[in-house]
């Protein structure tokens, strides 16, 4: 199996074998669906920065989500482009427009560069702090795929650099409402540990995979370095901290969002499973919508986030008051009987 695997062509840049339909392909325009993981900061931004919801803000909501995803497809560009060698051990990416020879290098460079620039453009439509949050998350592409630095090669920085894409695609969700002030670190820290979560459980279904092949090494070095006790491990490590970090943003913002943690618990479960089904949509994210039993819990949740963000529930604070000693007389839990001011 090895032994065929390697015979594939790599692309050599031939204009002759090109296509068009090759590069429109190595765009990705199907995996504009991350761009879901924005929502959050909009709808953060108006509950916590009270933003009004007018047609300005619906027109930057609109003009932010083209400005990300061109800046997606972007770094999915330069991915395909540096992956090509490693996708031809894969059995299913060895057919990806690039390992195939389908598509002319020299192009796809240039069209990774004006992918960037168009995004960058309409970011200045919104405002400076979008642009930066649109390069930060251009540049992460660059870290993740380019060498020496090449991080996705590295054991755990590949998931930490690939998962920090959350937090950026969430401040830029926030900024495309406000430009005064910025989304909480402990919010950012959640989303990027629920990014970790993920990537790790991506990661897992990967190592299962590959392993019976022997190409673990061939097609992603990091993959080499770990176990599939090591990875579950992980996993665990990031669902963790993604929750410890939600609870410290909750109690000190939004106290109401409490009631959503067995939904949240629920999508994590659900993911949880499905990454021990051989050729799942966890190692391909881009199938997720598929997944009725997830999608339901998702969109049960996201209902359930929006309503604690926008509806206060004072007497919940009275029932959550501490009853034991508390050190910090100012906490804002009990001192003020209502969700916390942003700060």
Not at 86 to 108: C, M, Q, Y
Not at 230 to 259: I, N
Request: proline content about 6%; aromatic content about 12%.
């Amino acid at each position: 199996m090895a032994t065929q695997m390697s015979t594939v062509p790599i692309a050599t840049g031939k204009a002759a074998r090109a296509s068009l339909a090759g590069h429109v392909e190595i765009a990705r325009f199907d995996h504009w669906v991350k761009n879901v993981f924005v929502l959050p900061g909009i709808v953060a931004a108006i509950a916590l920065d009270h933003a009004a919801i007018n047609l300005h803000l619906i027109e930057n909501v609109l003009i932010g989500l083209v400005a990300i995803g061109l800046i997606a497809s972007s770094n999915y560009i330069l991915n395909e482009v540096m992956d090509a060698p490693f996708d031809s051990f894969h059995p299913l990416k060895r057919t990806r427009p690039v390992p195939s020879g389908r598509v002319n290098i020299p192009l796809a460079y240039l069209q990774w560069i004006a992918f960037a620039a168009a995004g960058i453009s309409l970011g200045w439509m919104i405002s400076r702090l979008f642009v930066i949050t649109l390069l930060a998350l251009w540049a992460m592409g660059c870290i993740y795929n380019i060498p020496p630095v090449r991080s996705k090669d590295v054991p755990y920085l590949d998931v930490l650099t690939e998962a920090i894409n959350n937090p950026i695609r969430l401040l830029a969700g926030w900024f495309m409402v406000s430009t005064v002030t910025s989304a909480p670190g402990s919010l950012l820290l959640s989303y990027w540990m629920v990014g970790c979560y993920f990537m790790a459980l991506k990661r897992y279904a990967e190592y299962l995979r590959l392993k019976e092949g022997g190409q673990l090494g061939q097609y992603r070095k990091s993959l080499a370095y770990f176990t599939s006790e090591g990875l579950m491990v992980s996993v665990m490590f990031y669902g963790s901290s993604a929750m410890l970090f939600f609870g410290a943003f909750l109690m000190r913002y939004r106290l109401e969002l409490v009631l959503s943690f067995p939904f949240v618990a629920l999508v994590m479960a659900i993911y949880l499973s499905l990454g021990f089904k051989r050729d799942s949509a966890v190692e391909h994210p881009e199938k997720l919508y598929r997944e009725r039993d997830l999608m339901g819990a998702v969109i049960l949740c996201a209902l359930v986030m929006t309503l604690c963000f926008l509806v206060d529930m004072p007497k919940l604070y009275k029932i959550l008051t501490p009853t034991a000693p508390i050190s910090r007389a100012n906490a804002p839990i009990h001192s003020a009987g209502g969700p916390a001011p942003l700060q």
